[in-house]
């Protein structure tokens, strides 16, 4: 079944359309929940309300565009407000030397997909959010600061010392793997 | 390395990762669905329930305002009969007396028999007394003071003494002494003498109710009120209704005569709850279907759908159908036509699903292959019904708790809906054809036969459960997938009906 059939499908609520919608965005809309989320438990239920707002809303989708792009953004919008019912603080982390160590590409490179994900899973929430709005989903900082009632400028920064932040925690993974 | 050569392989590497997703979770997701269709039913419910609320409300107000202007009307025409008996009292020959916070009213029917009214304007009540040895005719004047209004509907207290024990009164008429007092009052004496069954009583408009008419037209009566009374008089009700009940007063025919025998025409007639309630009742029920289906499946059915190059058709060698229950929600109006027999109508809307499993081969051919893969496409038909049903009520058993009654008519489909939830457009091929899917069936009518049992909650209201059998008339050929079938549909309803002031 092509994708606009499912699409057509799920305007119609069909179940099995809605089945073969879950079935291929699941994982990767998981993997995104999980790098919003605090734990596992909370991922899954971001994941489940935002198949939820899918199934509610895919008559506004409008052919233009990629569907994966909006069922995406549909799902950030779904774990922003979560994280939002959170008191998240952005502020700065007490930064030692090595922080500032600029990360070799090679280095980068090396590490999978799962350290990379658990590498910012590690990062402070402030920090993660605006790192994954910005860096992984391409949001603004403007739009970063709507979605989380943000200044842009608080955005910038955030996501400065988030990189730094990260930067940090790749090197310390680096060294305990040489050791 | 700049910082956006980072966030790039940062980038990648976080979306190219697949995270391994638990198999809780689009069971979750399908049982928070269908907590969230809930809801729609319970809204449904609940607006039909204040809506029928409204009705009855505004219905019930209109009905008060009427009987506030019938009982003012009648009141008005008490009082007019009042005065011209009060006339004829005057010259001494009708015997009908206008005592202080009663009214008297006298009225002869065509067939001679004498009936007095005595009207008691504070306690809505109405007497009746005929005593004919007395000439003039005298009505005797009976205010019933002391009763409490709590226990107007229910029965007179009557308490019936030896002869003796009204020396001092002097009344010396029938056999029996009788009195009439309240629990916290003290009892008062009347001043005549006459047995309960003399008694006549009225409604909340002030009219006779006149249950037992055969008493006025009683041969015996009738022949000793022709020849002993002079006077004129009467009123005669035809019907138990009091509403409809007519005054007429005659002329005195002949008021020289005396009667050799006492009369006594009037009759006693307790005010009973049914007769007050006996009116319109308003439904409201919730019903519960478990549908049966009766088709003959198509040999196949198919699809074709077409995208640029690519041709798939879906073949069906397997068809297998189940109708899931469904709801209904109600509201009627029961008019009762007699003791026994009643007729309703009302509205309901009725939905229900039905799962669909289409088991085949799909071939997908483009340009270059051909591929056929073997495939099953489960699907959900919905059948949204608006019905109007209109029936017949039997009560064959009427106790005063409960009652048990027959229902049956017919429910007319003023609208069929139906939604298929599987894409692309399907034929079916029967052995006479291939029917196309574009046909539609927007009416359709069932037939329905059931019991009704109630019991009384209150005084309005009652409680009810039906359950019944609709068979289906017509086929629901909508489209193609719902295979041209008949849907019988049991059922079982339960509500709460409302009882409207006459």
């Given at each position: ?179 | ?433 291939i029917q196309p899917s574009a046909s539609k069936n927007n009416i359709g009518a069932d037939i329905f036969a059931g019991f009704h049992i109630s019991g009384a909650l209150s005084k309005r209201y009652e409680w009810f459960a039906e359950p019944a059998f609709r068979y289906n008339l017509s086929r629901y050929n909508s489209t193609t997938l719902s295979f041209n079938k008949k849907i019988h549909k049991p059922t079982i309803s339960i509500g709460l009906a409302y009882q409207l002031r006459r």
């Amino acid at each position: 079944m092509t994708e606009a059939e499912i699409i057509k499908g799920c305007v119609n609520k069909n179940q099995v359309c809605q089945r073969l919608l879950y079935e291929r965005f699941a994982a990767k809309m998981l993997s995104l929940c999980q790098r919003y989320s605090r734990d596992q438990q909370e991922a899954k239920d971001i994941t489940q309300e935002g198949f939820l707002r899918v199934f509610d809303c895919v008559h506004q989708f409008k052919f233009e565009g990629s569907f994966e792009g909006w069922v995406t953004r549909v799902f950030v919008s779904v774990a922003t407000r979560h994280a939002s019912k959170r008191k998240i603080i952005f502020s700065g982390v007490e930064e030692s030397e090595a922080d500032i160590t600029m990360v070799d590409p090679a280095v980068v490179s090396k590490l999978s997909e799962e350290e990379i994900h658990k590498l910012i899973n590690r990062m402070p929430e402030g920090y993660r959010l605006v790192f994954n709005l910005n860096v992984i989903e391409g949001y603004s900082h403007d739009e970063i600061g709507r979605l989380l009632g943000i200044q842009a400028s608080t955005s910038r920064t955030q996501l400065t010392k988030a990189r730094r932040a990260l930067q940090s925690l790749i090197l310390k993974q680096f060294n305990v793997v040489l050791i | 390395m700049t910082n956006q050569e980072f966030d790039d392989i940062i980038k990648n590497k976080a979306q190219q990762r697949d995270a391994e997703v638990p198999e809780d979770i689009w069971e979750n997701i399908v049982e928070r669905k269908k907590k969230r269709r809930i809801p729609f039913f319970w809204w449904m419910f609940l607006s039909l329930l204040v809506t029928g609320t409204g009705v009855v409300w505004i219905i019930h107000s209109r009905a008060g305002k009427s009987t506030m202007a019938l009982t003012e009307k009648n009141n008005t025409e008490i009082q007019k009969a009042t005065q011209q008996t009060a006339g004829i009292d005057k010259t001494g020959n009708t015997g009908v007396k206008q005592t202080e916070g009663s009214i008297t009213t006298a009225s002869q029917k065509t067939n001679g028999s004498i009936v007095a009214v005595v009207a008691d304007t504070k306690k809505e009540k109405v007497f009746t007394k005929l005593q004919p040895e007395i000439n003039p005719i005298h009505t005797d004047v009976l205010t019933e003071k002391l009763l409490e209004s709590s226990s107007r509907s229910k029965s007179i207290a009557v308490k019936k003494a030896g002869k003796s024990s009204l020396k001092n009164t002097g009344i010396e008429y029938g056999n029996e002494v009788v009195e009439f007092f309240s629990s916290k009052q003290k009892p008062v004496k009347e001043r005549k003498v006459f047995k309960e069954k003399d008694l006549i009583e009225t409604n909340e408009n002030m009219l006779p109710v006149i249950a037992k008419n055969k008493q006025a037209s009683d041969p015996d009566v009738v022949t000793e009120n022709i020849e002993d009374n002079k006077t004129a008089v009467v009123a005669q009700n035809n019907t138990t209704d009091s509403s409809q009940i007519k005054t007429t007063l005659l002329l005195p025919e002949d008021s020289t005569k005396k009667k050799e025998k006492p009369l006594i025409a009037a009759i006693a007639k307790k005010k009973t709850a049914s007769h007050k309630n006996s009116g319109i009742k308003i439904e409201f029920s919730v019903s519960q279907i478990l549908p049966v289906q009766q088709y003959k499946q198509p040999l196949q059915t198919r699809r074709l759908v077409t995208q640029r190059d690519l041709t798939s058709e879906f073949v069906s060698d397997k068809i297998s159908t189940r109708i899931e229950s469904g709801t209904g929600f109600s509201v009627g109006i029961v008019k009762p036509i007699n003791r026994r027999w009643s007729l309703g109508a009302g509205i309901q809307y009725l939905q229900f699903t039905e799962l669909l499993e289409l088991s085949g081969v799909e071939t997908n051919s483009d340009v270059n292959s051909i591929r056929k893969t073997k495939t099953i496409i489960e699907g959900r038909n919905v059948y949204y019904n608006v019905t109007v049903p209109v029936f017949v009520h039997y009560s064959f058993v009427k106790q005063r708790k409960w009652t048990a009654a027959l229902r049956a008519g017919i429910y007319l489909d003023v609208s069929r809906k139906y939604h298929n939830d599987i894409p692309g457009n399907f034929e079916n091929i029967y052995t006479a054809g291939i029917q196309p899917s574009a046909s539609k069936n927007n009416i359709g009518a069932d037939i329905f036969a059931g019991f009704h049992i109630s019991g009384a909650l209150s005084k309005r209201y009652e409680w009810f459960a039906e359950p019944a059998f609709r068979y289906n008339l017509s086929r629901y050929n909508s489209t193609t997938l719902s295979f041209n079938k008949k849907i019988h549909k049991p059922t079982i309803s339960i509500g709460l009906a409302y009882q409207l002031r006459r």
